[in-house]
């Protein structure tokens, strides 16, 4: 009887044993999700992510949660839960001395720092028990995976080296770098608002180049590159310009008729495959069509200081009839200097070029035979530099009328108004750019590219200026031979444009669109008042505002009046102005509402009889005539032996005795040429030195200019333009006054005449 008890006992103690293993077995937390926000950062990032943890038992707390990174790409600095204490360690932190209830959420911040690898997405590991110890924690479920990415590129490509080359009459070429791979397009026109645009180069590239044709010839254009990258961001440069060539010669604007720069001569004949002159008599019908073979033995690898002479030999299957030369690419050929072998199959040949000054050459030697069949070689770049380039005077205008600097020695523009700039150059340059540098910007720069005459030294090229400022244009030469020079060329000051203003209703200025204005001109033959023809100025006239109220007038020397219409006010008319050099209107002018009366929704104004007459625009400031600041005054003047325009010569130590005037000019500058006058008249003193010196041209194009002129002075000529830095020339004309023991008292630029020379010649 006790042994049925007592297994009875045993085995009511194993079942209640077992019942308490099995409920202590399924105590754990039955499930649980999460998910993390956000899926994706960037690589070496340090920020915060945000976990939801949801208890999905419905009857047990959660006491404590472990999250563990997702890879080694991960470093965790911290982590809090409002209610929980936490201990953060690098690879997980844990989260306990709190309570997650039954069916509820919990948000958590871990503060993580990704590495600097990009990896794909892996998951968070999120654990939870209601275990305070941490024992028997399962594994949540959900979206818990991030990934590392390479951060997004939100940065343009950086844009350099913007160049226009290959100028054409009808075509350029545009070329610049970006420092990532990006597309390549080009805006362009003939104002700074463009209007057309090249086809989009898709091609990701680092180097790029545009060529832009259908151009018209001697037309200066503005262009703007634009660069976008794989990431979509885009970047443009600043406003540059370019000016076309033309086939004959870039002429600033004249005052006095001018002369050609060399003397009037024979032209050789375009290359039309017609030879100039044969030694051998050609066959009156051709026996062959075989070729003569020709080449150059001088080799073309390095500049010449000097012109070298050309050596050659040439063969052909029957008989030489002539050889000769081009320095110009194959359009005017000559005979060469010497032949040996001519009249028989082989021979051979020699000839020095003359009058090559510095520059490149591409130079062709052709070979004809007795039946008239040319050979030619390629063309081989024959280099002379004997110095480096060297930017001489130059010369602003717009239209005909030339631009002076005011007197603080800069001259005054318009934003909207382009100018074109003309100067000489020595040293053989075979680019020039201009920059404009900002003195508020100082890193920021456009790019003006000049272009060269077919038939001068004389670069040209278009200035335009989109935003008001101080700026220094800097000149920019490249020769054949790789040697570059930077000089600082002059001083522009780009002043923004008036606008026609009236009073709103709240009592302020605002613009007044849709306007015309129009500038009526005295003209002196008649003593009438016309309408300026502002078109040989590239100027419209009359115009309308601009939705800002903006109008642009840059008017030559002249006497004039201003006339404003706008619907709705009183028509208003300036009193007269003279203006003594061109110079742009900066002054608004303020219109006032037209006097009526109102039925119903109608407005009616009344006509008025006379306009309302306001004081005239006021122009900027300065004369002509200007003491330019240089580091030259109370210093001895350098020395320097010059050529005569019709031979002898000058010595700076042979003007020592006697108050001097020296003036560089250029006989190709308008106000030289107008200054010329006044220097014939005084050079007859014999008290005083009247020294003009044409700086970068040569002696025979001087005399000619002097004589066709009809200009009876003794004239030298500074044909390597060494006195442009000794003297820190920039205008043309620029006087030196000098005292008799050679020191130079005072600088002047400016057409000035004989009285102010010689005031300025006894002044102390």
């Known amino acids: 009887m006790f042994g049925k008890a007592k297994w009875a006992l045993v085995t009511i103690f194993l079942i209640l044993c077992s019942y308490f293993f099995i409920t202590s077995a399924q105590a754990a937390i039955s499930s649980c999700s999460a998910s993390v926000s956000p899926t994706a950062i960037a690589t070496s990032t340090t920020g915060n992510s945000t976990f939801t943890v949801t208890n999905n038992d419905p009857s047990k707390s959660a006491v404590w949660i472990q999250i563990s990174r997702p890879s080694e790409n991960f470093i965790l600095n911290e982590g809090s839960a409002t209610g929980w204490g936490t201990i953060s360690q690098d690879e997980s932190v844990l989260f306990n001395v709190g309570s997650l209830g039954p069916s509820s959420s919990l948000t958590i911040t871990i503060n993580a720092t990704s590495g600097s690898s990009a990896a794909a997405s892996a998951n968070w590991i999120v654990k939870t028990t209601d275990d305070p110890g941490g024992s028997d924690p399962i594994n949540c479920s959900g979206s818990l995976g991030t990934a590392i990415n390479s951060p997004a590129d939100t940065t343009p490509p950086t844009i350099s080296n913007v160049t226009a080359s290959s100028i054409t009459t009808t075509s350029v070429t545009i070329t610049w770098n970006t420092n990532e791979p990006a597309t390549s397009r080009v805006n362009y026109g003939t104002t700074s608002q463009y209007g057309s645009s ?10 790029h180049s545009v060529t832009i044709s259908g151009l018209s010839a001697n ?8 660069s976008v990258d794989g990431a979509s961001n885009s970047a443009s440069f600043s406003d540059n310009t370019f000016l076309t060539s033309t086939t004959s010669t870039v002429v600033p604007p004249t005052l006095p008729p001018t002369v050609p720069l060399t003397p009037p001569g024979p032209q050789a004949p375009l290359d039309t495959n017609v030879p100039v002159k044969t030694a051998v008599p050609l066959k009156t019908i051709s026996t062959e069509k075989i070729p003569p073979i020709i080449s150059l033995s001088t080799t073309f690898d390095k500049p010449f200081k000097i012109v070298p002479t050309i050596t050659g030999a040439a063969t052909d299957n029957e008989a030489l009839a002539g050889i000769e030369y081009s320095t110009d690419g194959g359009q005017n050929w000559l005979p060469v200097d010497k032949t040996t072998g001519v009249g028989g199959k082989t021979a051979t040949f020699s000839f020095t070029p003359q009058n090559l000054d510095d520059g490149n050459y591409p130079v062709i030697a052709r070979a004809i035979d007795t039946s008239a069949n040319i050979g030619k070689t390629a063309a081989a770049v024959l280099v002379i530099d004997r110095l480096p380039p060297v930017v001489g005077g130059s010369l602003l205008s717009v239209g005909p009328q030339v631009l002076t600097p005011d007197s603080a020695a800069t001259i005054t523009a318009l934003v909207g108004i382009d100018q074109r700039i003309t100067l000489s ?24 590219t000049l272009t060269k005459s077919a038939d001068s030294s004389l670069w040209s090229g278009v200035l335009g200026f989109s935003q008001p400022g101080d700026y220094t244009l800097v000149a920019d030469a490249l020769d054949g031979a790789g040697n570059k020079t930077r000089r600082d060329l002059a001083k522009v000051s780009v002043v923004a444009p008036p606008q026609l203003l009236a009073k709103s209703s709240s009592g302020r200025d605002a613009p ?16 009438s008042w016309v309408v300026w023809d502002g078109a040989p100025f590239s100027q419209n006239n009359p115009q309308k505002t601009k939705s800002d ?21 009183r028509t208003l008319a300036t009193k007269r102005f003279t203006l003594d050099r061109p110079q742009p209107l900066t002054s608004s002018l303020h219109l006032k509402k037209s006097f009526g009366f109102k039925i119903g929704s109608r407005n009616f104004n009344l006509p008025l009889l006379w306009p309302s007459l306001v004081e005239a625009p006021t122009p900027q400031g300065g004369a002509i005539q200007i003491p330019a600041g240089s580091k030259l005054v109370h210093t001895i003047l350098p020395q320097f032996t010059l050529p005569g325009a019709t031979g002898g010569q000058l010595n700076s130590i042979g003007l020592l005795g006697k108050p001097t005037v020296l003036s560089l000019m250029a006989t190709w500058s308008p106000p030289s040429q107008e200054q010329l006058a006044a220097i014939a008249q005084l050079q007859a003193n014999p008290d005083i030195n009247v020294v003009p010196v044409a700086i970068q041209q040569s002696p025979q194009a001087v005399a000619v200019y002097l004589k066709t002129a009809g200009f009876v002075l003794n004239a030298f000529v500074d044909a ?27 600088v002047m630029v400016g057409v000035l005449s004989k009285e102010q020379l010689l005031e300025q010649i006894a002044s102390p």
């Open 198 to 207: 090249t086809n989009t180069d898709s091609n990701l590239v680092t180097s």
């Open 219 to 226: 037309t200066g254009y503005h262009y703007q590159v634009v």
């Open 425 to 448: 150059a020595a040293g053989g340059p075979t680019s020039i750019n201009l920059l404009a540098k900002s003195e508020h910007n100082p890193t920021s720069a456009s790019i003006f």
């Open 512 to 527: 007044v669109s849709d306007a015309w204005l129009s500038v009526y001109y005295l003209a002196p033959e008649t003593n």
């Open 549 to 569: 109220g903006s109008f642009r007038y840059l008017l030559p020397a002249g006497t004039y009046y201003l006339k404003a219409e706008a619907k709705g006010y």
């Open 720 to 746: 390597d333009g060494v006195l442009v830095d000794k003297l820190a020339l920039y205008s043309l004309p620029t006087h030196y006054f000098i005292d008799r023991k050679g020191a130079v008292k005072k």
